[in-house]
Nanobody, 121 residues
Framework: VQLQASGGGLVQAGGSLRLSCADS????????VAWFRQAPGKEREFVSS????????YYAEAVRGRFAISRDNSKSTAYLQMNSLKPEDTAVYYC???????????????WGQGTLVTVSS
């Protein structure tokens, strides 16, 4: 699994962005995929995760109802649609993949390089 995150940028509060996480490996469809974020001076925190066949999705309380995770195994790509963005959503967003479902960074073996999301007030 080799992950590449993209789609970050600068957006005004209330706006939307869609992040993508593409895998150049061959086992994407067998991996659980998650998004984490890390704001300056803070620890990396769980945002969302999705099971192998999209049957289950999980969200942090701070983003539930505003963010939506999805995946397209035929394209080896996962997405994070972020709506109603708030300044407190500003962070570097990382995609991760692994074989076990969880909300801790240590639950995932593979990480993308991160993409910066900045939400202005």
């Amino acid at each position: 699994v080799q992950l590449q995150a993209s789609g970050g940028g600068l957006v005004q509060a209330g706006g939307s962005l869609r992040l993508s996480c593409a895998d150049s490996g061959r086992i994407f469809s067998r991996a659980i995929v998650a998004w984490f974020r890390q704001a300056p001076g803070k620890e990396r925190e769980f945002v969302s995760s999705i099971t192998r066949h999209s049957d289950m999705t999980y969200y942090a309380e701070a983003v539930r109802g505003r963010f939506a995770i999805s995946r397209d195994n035929s394209k080896s790509t996962a997405y994070l649609q972020m709506n109603s963005l708030k300044p407190e959503d500003t962070a570097v967003y990382y995609c991760a993949a692994g074989s076990h479902l969880g909300d801790r960074p240590t639950d995932y073996n593979y990480w993308g390089q991160g993409t910066l999301v900045t939400v202005s007030s």
